[in-house]
C-alpha cells in the first residue's frame, strides 16, 4: 500500500489545468473545479432530499471530489476529444486503468469505498448522475463567467451547455441552472463559491506553489475524506465522514466576503479573535440566509458551526492544520528561506495537540512518503 503516494497525487490535481486552450481570463484547475462540484453537488442532494429522493450523501461527496483525479495519470482531455468516435473508447480504458491503479495505492480497508468514488465516478447511479450532472452545471458556470469578461472563445459553447441543462433529467440540476438565469438569492450564494479561487492564502510571504481558497477546500476536504474512512474502517471509531467532509468544504466559504485574514492578525489578542469570529458568523449568516430554509440548519453546521465541540467539528479543524503542514512541506523544498522555519513550527503543534488515529496515522507513514518518494 502507497497512501502516501495517494495523497501526493491528489495535492497535484491543481497542476491539471482546465480550459487553458481557449485562454481563459480566469484560470482553472482540477482541485478548484472538484471543489466546486462537491459543494454544487451538496446543494444539489438536499434538493433531491427535499422533493423525497434519497441520496446516499458520502457517496455524492467522494465521487464528486475524486471524479477527475484520474487526470493527474492521463493529463487533461478536451471534453470534444473524449467523445470523438474513434478515440473514444481508448481514452475510457485508459481513465479507468488510471482510476484503478490509484485505488491500488490504498489500504485494503479503503479500496471499496474509493472504487466507488474513482472508478464508478459518474456511473448510473443517482449520485452519479447528480455529480455527472453538476459537473456539466460547474462547467456552464465557468463558461458563463468568461463570456461576461468578453471572451469570444466561449460564447457559442454557453448556448450550448444552457440548450443541455435547461433539458436535464434530474430536476435539482434544472434548479439550479433556473437559480443562476433568473439571478436568484441562490445565484448570490453560487457566486460567493466561485469566487473562492479568487480568495489568496499565504498572502505576505514568497510563494512558489499557488493556493487559494477552492483548492485548500478540495485538499482538506480529500484529507477528511481519507482520514475519516481510515477512522471508521481501520480503528472502527464512530465518525460521521460525510458530515466531516461537508463541513471541510464549506467552513471557509465566509472567506468569500471577508476575504482570508492572516491568523496572526485574527488571534492578535482574545478580543480580537473574539471581534473576527462574531464578524465571520455574522457573514457567515448573511449566506446562510441566501439558501432555502430547508437547507440553512445543515448548511449551518458545515460553515459557521464547522469547527465545534462534536468529533467532526475537532476533524475539521485538524484537517485544516494538516492542509497547512502538507502547503508548507511543498513550500519548503524549493523556497526553504521563506517556509522552513514555520513548517518545523507547525509539525510540532500538530504533534502536541492531536493524539487521533488518523493523525498518527499520517504523521508515521503519509508525512514520510510525502518526504521521500516511494514509488
Not at 25 to 50: K, M, T, W
Not at 91 to 109: H, K, N
Not at 127 to 143: C, K, P, T
Not at 153 to 173: G, I, N, Q, T, Y
Request: glycine share 6%; net charge negative.
Amino acid at each position: 500500500m502507497y497512501n502516501g503516494t495517494f495523497i501526493r497525487k491528489m495535492t497535484r490535481m491543481q497542476n491539471v489545468q482546465r480550459w487553458d486552450e481557449y485562454a481563459p481570463h480566469y484560470h482553472d484547475n482540477a482541485a478548484s473545479h472538484s471543489f466546486r462540484v462537491a459543494v454544487f453537488s451538496l446543494i444539489a442532494a438536499y434538493y433531491e432530499e427535499q422533493a423525497g429522493r434519497p441520496v446516499k450523501l458520502l457517496d455524492v461527496l467522494g465521487k464528486a471530489l475524486f471524479h477527475d483525479m484520474n487526470e493527474v495519470q492521463t493529463g487533461p482531455i478536451m471534453h470534444r476529444t473524449k467523445k470523438e468516435p474513434t478515440l473514444k473508447e481508448h481514452i475510457e480504458r485508459m481513465e479507468r486503468t488510471a482510476s484503478l491503479g490509484l485505488v491500488d495505492l490504498l489500504s485494503q480497508s479503503l479500496r471499496p469505498d474509493f472504487y466507488r468514488f474513482l472508478v464508478e465516478a459518474e456511473d448510473d447511479s443517482f449520485e452519479g448522475r447528480i455529480v455527472d450532472g453538476i459537473d456539466s452545471f460547474d462547467a456552464m458556470l465557468f463558461v458563463r463567467r468568461e463570456v461576461a469578461h468578453g471572451s469570444p472563445h466561449f460564447v457559442a459553447k454557453l448556448e450550448e451547455m444552457k440548450a443541455a441543462l435547461r433539458e436535464h433529467p434530474l430536476a435539482s440540476v434544472r434548479w439550479l441552472y433556473d437559480q443562476v438565469e433568473q439571478e436568484t438569492e441562490v445565484a448570490t450564494f453560487i457566486e460567493n463559491v466561485m469566487r473562492m479561487d479568487s480568495v489568496r492564502r499565504w498572502k505576505g510571504r514568497f510563494n512558489t506553489i499557488d493556493d487559494n481558497d477552492a483548492i485548500h477546500g478540495f485538499r482538506a476536504a480529500a484529507l477528511g475524506m481519507f482520514s475519516g474512512l481510515l477512522e471508521q474502517k481501520k480503528y472502527g471509531v464512530d465518525v460521521d465522514v460525510a458530515e466531516l467532509v461537508a463541513r471541510l468544504l464549506c467552513h471557509d466559504l465566509v472567506e468569500g466576503v471577508t476575504g482570508d485574514v492572516l491568523g496572526p492578525v485574527k488571534h492578535a489578542t482574545t478580543e480580537t479573535g473574539q471581534a473576527f469570529e462574531a464578524y465571520e458568523r455574522a457573514e457567515s449568516e448573511a449566506l446562510l440566509s441566501l439558501l432555502p430554509d430547508y437547507m440553512q440548519p445543515a448548511f449551518r453546521r458545515y460553515m459557521a458551526d464547522s469547527k465545534d465541540d462534536t468529533y467532526e467539528g475537532k476533524l475539521v479543524d485538524m484537517m485544516d492544520k494538516l492542509d497547512a503542514l502538507i502547503k508548507m512541506n511543498m513550500e519548503r523544498k524549493m523556497n526553504g528561506a521563506e517556509y522552513e522555519v514555520i513548517y518545523r513550527e507547525q509539525l510540532r503543534k500538530v504533534q502536541m495537540r492531536y493524539e487521533n488515529p488518523s493523525m498518527i496515522f499520517f504523521l508515521a507513514y503519509i508525512l514520510h512518503d510525502l518526504d521521500y518518494v516511494t514509488s
